[in-house]
């Protein structure tokens, strides 16, 4: 029970409980103190120092995000002492970055630039003649991410989110001073240090300083070949995101505007990548009755998130035979693209141009690995995030908000509500534990599995069977893996089937999503608010397990034959390497 | 070791022993061995009182390695005290000067003005 | 040592009316025959000014003034006080008086105004044989404290002695022992602050190297105090001598039992371990510091929660520099009163100082607080050598300020200090005279912080970089005034909002010479001249009217910039001119001028 503390913030009086900080007391009554590098849980060290204040009776100023309240306090945050102050640091930091707000990926979502505008901010410690500028540090040989330093304000929020969300602390400083500049040791080659792309630097990032690598000329340039047929699926968590780049409240869903976006782009073929997710629980679901009926290697991993393939092969490659063989969606969806799709609109697989809208930044790299495709051509040839269709839908002046909602048009746009959860934690294994129950027990089962539902790192349930116990587990984000692999390995519980993920909270936190403002982290249960709009979309459809789907049947009888088919492997199913990383030649 | 009189009884043993107490024409050298000093060129210094005494055999004779005597600017600095607790210091000694003390002041007993802390024009 | 003792008798007419010659002969008979030594002075020096109640007799060190001595009375001083140390109660001066007024002394040495404590043991004790250390009192202040006194009467008694940080915080060491001994943890921790990174501050070098065993019986005392078993010395890798002898003089107390387990029979357990720095001066901020020791990237944390609340691995830490810790052993041998009667009311005790710069007596010093600069300066440092005029005093290194001339009669302590723009710091007291230029000495201080910023926070990652590019800017002439507006707005800001001290002093130096030197800023701003002749592109190199046509210069001359004949006056070609100085230096008769006056001609 913490005590109530009175304070003065501008003459106004405010009341908090004592364990609150300034700047948290100042939002509480409607004060918004400038802010750079807080990020409340992640990084905390008060190191932009833009978020003084001056408090009456002590000397200097001091940073509101790391004070806190006392009894009787007396606090100024606009004096013209602090103003004045809080602009030369701003103007400081403006000194050293390269402005090209106009190309960059954060063009409506920088902090910096928000603060900038807000404080009027001069620039001329940007004159290359009489101050010395800085070198410039970019980092782009990743498939799927650029460190750039000419953005960079070394605020250090993306290194504490490496270090806390994914547990592997990437990046860091080096150098000191002027010289200091953040990425991997010795700014090796991102691809090459050990990082799985889970994105939740860019996420922390406020300012381009890190960003997903922007592909969006490529589809540019495909909508205006005219030799090519474009094909897009959309992962599930996009609809449950993108109305927040269009001003639309966190947990709105856009689906329907989505898919019109997508249409006054010029894109006909549109399928959802939902479907392939459908399809994905009936392949891995008889992968996994397989392994438990015939002896096989337990427990079963699932293997749709790229992050967390990433982090397997790096970091735990002993367990790459505990992997699903199952492709995830977004790989199935463009083997069935440029085969059986292609074939149903009368073309060559290299006249297709598959391009899929993932919220996911590692699907990048994942869509160039050399297995992901065949005869020369790749399954998916361009993967843009959630952000990327967001920019080119605003440079092509589409008013988001007036579009009529539209349903895409066959088969391989067809979903049950099991393919729609896959966005969110716990999601992949409700949706395989409806369908597996069912066909193990040989009859309907409940559809309903809340226990692997919710944000908690590592979630645990038993569930009982056919007559047997199946203990299950779904885990998310970096750290949460490393910590329920180390536990997997000295634990005797046997665990059967395991959900991991390398975004905490899931796709729908992917390093592709729309950018949260720090404020706005702390405001909002973002990941909450999201998943809700996928487990509504689920709780309101027609089917609710994958195996009932139509469209998933059709695909069987119509191509693959059964799940595991030789067919379904060649197409479906994959491999994976150990990887190792810092490799100095 | 482990009570007040212990420490006692090892103080009035040491003392008695830095300071020759009881010994007739004991001398104690103190050569300033700080960095200060080493960078000056203390090292040649203390390597000229060692051979020369051992060469010359004399008894009563300790030569001492200390810390910053603080004159930093007139290092190497040497301080020579005696048993009879006349306490001298000589400045800016060089391996020839420290062959002049050993042999005028240790073996003779004369102060040699010229080279004393004391006595050095600033 | 040098001469133990100063024993000063007032030869001023009055008192030597009063047998003050005879006084002092008696002085230097009874020390001759009671045999204590050589190194005793005895000097008539000026009148002390207190003439009714002469003669009187000051004895250094511990300033005791004894009045209305008689002739007689000499046999006890010396007996009594000179032989044992203890002052003659009946015959001290009873009055107030007037420090101020002893200032003419002539027959004063090098030490006759220092107060040896922090330094006592170097230059005396062999540092790598405890047994030395031991025979002057050495661990004799852990032993009374482990027998006699409880953790609380402890602290008590270093918050008696009012001793302050010497590191340059100045806080009461007292006060932030008890803060980390109030705070209930299963763990804590000693740290000494040895990573000394002020450029030309060497204080602590010399107490590492000289009396080692110092340090270790602090932090023993410290862990007793606070309920720590384990210290820390985190010492620079830069001092490897005093890394050394620390390594040894560990291995002796441990072997001693004066540290290790169940010291003197208390049941208290103390170890000390080592550990390098890799070359950052921002480690020697206590966090900063403790971040190092835990692996991390030496950068600055926030504050609070203090290291006394949350400090090594995050348990209650208490962090004290070398030479805060080199007093803790006397202070338990003669007792707070006594450490309290040295210096001044705010700041008991000495205070060590690394004398460099242009003057005569480089050095380490220790002097009461309270000592004015002036004396330290002129009588202990011995003034400005080659006849220079002094210009300023810079202490507390590249977090300090100068002192001009007008303010060299202050009493030294750390409230002065401060008052004056600048601050004690660590000890570095560097002496500038005319030939210094002000804005080249507040370059190179800042090029020194530019270096050494860790680059966490951007008032002093960004700040200190661009004060940098307006001085080099103003030095190479491109500087405008509109430069020194934004010289002094800039460094206010970077005081104000820096997160730690590092940025928080960093403008200081600049800041500090802009308010005294205002007008040797302007000269290169808007002169484009640089009065002191440093800066190589503000400055001419003129032949004057002596010179004597000896060729020297010119042969001196790297690019070959000067010509005249022989026994005739030399001419500088200015285009050719480099600004390097040698001829300056070759000539014999002060011929070369770099002064603005001379420079009509050009």
Not at chain 1, 3 to 8: E, I, P
Not at chain 2, 111 to 117: A, E, F, G, H, V
Not at chain 3, 61 to 84: M, N, W
Not at chain 3, 222 to 239: H, N, S
């Amino acid at each position: 029970m913490t005590n109530l503390v009175n304070l003065t913030i501008d003459g106004k009086a405010c009341q908090v409980p004592s364990n609150y900080t300034i700047l948290k007391a100042a939002e509480s009554i409607g004060i918004n103190i400038p802010r750079l590098c807080f990020l409340e849980g992640i990084h905390e060290q008060s190191n932009c120092r833009v978020c003084i204040v001056k408090i009456e009776g002590v000397r200097g100023l001091k940073t509101s995000c790391s004070t806190k309240v006392i009894e009787g306090m007396v606090v100024y945050t606009d004096t013209k002492e602090v103003y004045e102050a809080v602009s030369f640091n701003l103007e400081l930091l403006a000194g050293n970055h390269k402005f090209e707000c106009w190309k960059c990926s954060r063009e409506n979502s920088c902090e910096f630039l928000d603060l900038l505008r807000r404080f009027n901010v001069d620039n001329d410690f940007s004159n290359a003649k009489l101050f010395d500028q800085k070198e410039i540090k970019v980092n782009n040989s990743s498939d799927a991410m650029i460190l750039d330093s000419s953005k960079c304000v070394l605020c250090g929020r993306c290194v504490s989110a490496c270090e806390k969300l994914s547990g592997l602390g990437i990046l860091n400083f080096s150098n000191r001073g002027a010289n200091t500049y953040v990425g991997p040791a010795q700014f090796h080659n991102l691809e090459d240090a050990g990082c799985i792309y889970c994105g939740k630097c860019i996420q922390a990032c406020p300012t381009g300083a890190i960003r997903e690598k922007d592909e969006i000329k490529f589809l540019e340039r495909a909508l205006r070949d005219k030799s090519k047929t474009i094909v897009v699926q959309v992962a599930p968590s996009v609809r449950a995101a993108i109305g927040e780049e269009f001003g639309y409240k966190i947990g709105t869903n856009a689906e329907g505007q989505m898919f019109a976006a997508l249409k006054e782009l010029g894109i006909h073929e549109i399928i959802d990548t939902n479907f392939t997710a459908d399809l994905t629980i009936l392949e891995e679901g008889s992968e996994f009755i397989d392994r438990l009926q015939n002896g096989g290697v337990l427990p079963m991993f699932t293997s749709c998130s790229p992050g967390w393939v990433n982090y397997l092969e790096l970091y735990y490659p002993e367990y790459i035979p505990n992997l699903s063989s199952c492709k995830s969606p977004q790989q199935m969806a463009g083997a069935l693209i440029k085969t059986y799709y292609a074939e149903k609109l009368g073309k060559k697989p290299e006249e297709i141009y598959s391009v899929s809208i993932m919220p996911c930044v590692a699907k990048k790299a994942e869509a160039k690995r050399p297995e992901m495709g065949r005869d020369g051509y790749k399954d998916v040839d361009l993967v843009i995030t959630t952000r990327e269709l967001a920019r080119i839908i605003r440079h092509r002046g589409i008013a988001f908000q007036d579009l009529e909602p539209i349903k895409p048009y066959g088969l391989l746009a067809e979903y049950t509500g099991a393919g729609n959860i896959f966005g969110t934690t716990g999601g992949v294994m409700e949706a395989a534990l409806r369908t597996v129950t069912e066909i193990l027990e040989g009859h309907s089962t409940p559809v309903d599995f809340t226990e692997v539902r919710g944000l908690d790192n590592i979630k645990e349930a038993t569930y009982m069977v056919a007559g047997t116990e199946v203990n299950v587990a779904v885990v998310h984000g970096g750290a949460a893996i490393k910590e329920f692999i180390t536990k997997l390995k000295t634990t005797d519980k046997q665990y059967h089937f395991v959900e991991l993920m390398g975004c905490t909270g899931g796709c729908i936190n992917g390093g592709g999503q729309p950018i949260v403002s720090a404020i706005n982290q702390e405001k909002y249960d973002v990941r909450a608010l999201r998943a809700k709009v996928l487990y509504n979309i689920d709780a309101k459809a027609e089917f609710r397990k994958s195996h009932e789907s139509k469209a998933v049947k059709t695909i069987y009888e119509e191509f693959l034959g059964k799940p595991n088919s030789h067919k379904s492997h060649d197409l479906l199913h994959t491999h994976y390497n150990e990887r190792s990383f810092y490799d100095v030649k | 070791m482990k009570t007040l009189e212990e420490l006692k009884a090892l103080r009035e043993k040491s003392h008695k022993k830095m300071y020759m107490d009881g010994v007739t024409r004991g001398v104690r050298i103190q050569v300033g061995y700080g960095t200060c000093g080493i960078a000056a060129g203390a090292t040649p210094v203390y390597e000229t009182f060692v051979n020369e005494i051992k060469d010359l055999n004399l008894e009563n004779v300790e030569i001492v390695k200390v810390g910053c005597m603080g004159e930093c600017a007139f290092e190497p600095t040497v301080e020579i005290i005696e048993s009879n607790g006349s306490k001298t210091i000589y400045c800016l000694v060089t391996d020839r000067i420290a062959s002049e003390i050993v042999e005028e002041h240790i073996m003779k007993g004369h102060r040699i003005d010229k080279y004393l802390l004391s006595k050095i024009k600033r | 040592m040098l001469d133990r003792m100063h024993i000063l008798i007032c030869g001023g007419a009055e008192c030597k009316q009063s047998n003050s010659v005879e006084i002092r002969d008696k002085f230097k008979s009874e020390i001759k025959r009671l045999n204590l030594g050589d190194d005793i002075q005895t000097a008539l020096t000026g009148c002390f000014g207190l003439c009714a109640l002469g003669p009187h007799v000051l004895i250094y060190p511990g300033e005791t003034l004894y009045s209305g001595v008689k002739l007689e009375d000499v046999t006890e001083i010396v007996e009594q006080h000179v032989a044992k140390g203890k002052p003659v109660e009946r015959l001290l001066f009873k009055g107030n008086f007037d420090r101020s007024k002893f200032r003419n002394r002539s027959e004063l040495t090098f030490y006759a105004k220092q107060t040896r404590i922090v330094l006592r043991n170097c230059g005396v004790i062999n540092p790598l044989d405890i047994n030395e250390y031991i025979a002057r009192h050495g661990y004799e202040g852990l032993g009374k404290v482990l027998t006699n006194m409880t953790p609380e009467e402890t602290i008590d008694e270093m918050k008696k002695s009012g001793l302050r940080g010497r590191g340059g915080s100045g806080f009461p060491a007292g006060v932030k022992w008890e803060f980390t001994s109030k705070s209930v943890s299963d763990q804590k921790y000693v740290i000494c602050n040895a990573d000394e990174g002020d450029p030309g501050a060497f204080m602590d070098r010399a107490v590492l190297e000289g009396d080692p065993h110092s340090v270790l019986e602090a932090m023993a005392i410290c862990g007793y105090a606070i309920g720590a078993d384990t210290g820390y010395i985190y010492i620079r890798a830069e001092y490897p001598v005093a890394v050394e002898r620390l390594g040894i003089a560990i291995k002796q107390a441990e072997g001693l039992g004066v540290l290790g387990k169940n010291l003197f029979n208390s049941g208290f357990n103390f170890k000390i371990e080592l550990r390098l720095g890799a070359g950052a001066f921002v480690c020697g901020e206590e966090t900063a510091l403790i971040a190092s020791i835990e692996g991390e990237r030496g950068m600055p944390r926030n504050k609070p929660p203090f290291p006394a609340v949350k400090g090594l691995f995050g348990k209650p830490t208490n962090v004290n520099n070398v030479e805060t810790f080199a007093n803790v052993p006397v202070i338990f041998l003669k007792g707070a009163d006594w450490f309290k009667s040295i210096g001044t009311e705010k700041s008991s005790g000495t205070k060590v100082f690394a004398l460099g710069g242009k003057i005569a007596n480089t050095g380490l010093l220790e002097v009461p607080m309270g000592t004015t600069l002036r004396e330290v300066i002129y009588e202990i440092g011995g003034g400005i050598p080659n006849k220079r005029k002094f210009k300023a005093a810079q202490t507390g290194g590249p977090s300090g300020g100068c002192i001009t001339a007008k303010s060299l009669d202050t009493p030294i302590d750390f409230d002065n200090l401060i008052a004056l723009g600048s601050m004690m710091g660590s000890g570095g007291l560097i002496v500038l005279d005319e030939d210094n230029c002000m804005v080249d000495v507040a370059r190179f201080y800042l090029e020194f912080t530019v270096e050494e910023s860790c680059g966490k926070c951007t008032p002093c990652r960004e700040g200190t970089k661009r004060m940098l590019d307006i001085l080099n800017r103003i030095c190479e002439g491109e500087g405008t005034m509109n430069d020194l507006d934004v010289l002094e707005r800039l460094g206010k800001m970077i005081k104000d909002s820096s997160l730690c001290g590092l940025g928080q002093t960093a403008p200081n130096p600049v800041l500090s010479t802009l308010k005294h030197f205002r007008k040797e800023y302007e000269a290169h701003v808007i002169d484009k001249v640089c009065p002191a002749g440093v800066c190589p592109n503000l400055t001419n190199y003129v032949v004057l009217d002596n010179c004597i046509g000896c060729t020297k210069c010119a042969r001196n001359c790297p690019v070959g910039a000067i010509e005249g004949k022989v026994k005739e006056k030399h001419f500088i070609d200015l285009d050719l001119c480099i600004r390097c100085g040698a001829c300056k230096t070759a000539c014999p008769v002060n011929a070369i001028s770099t002064k603005p006056e001379s420079w009509e001609e050009v």
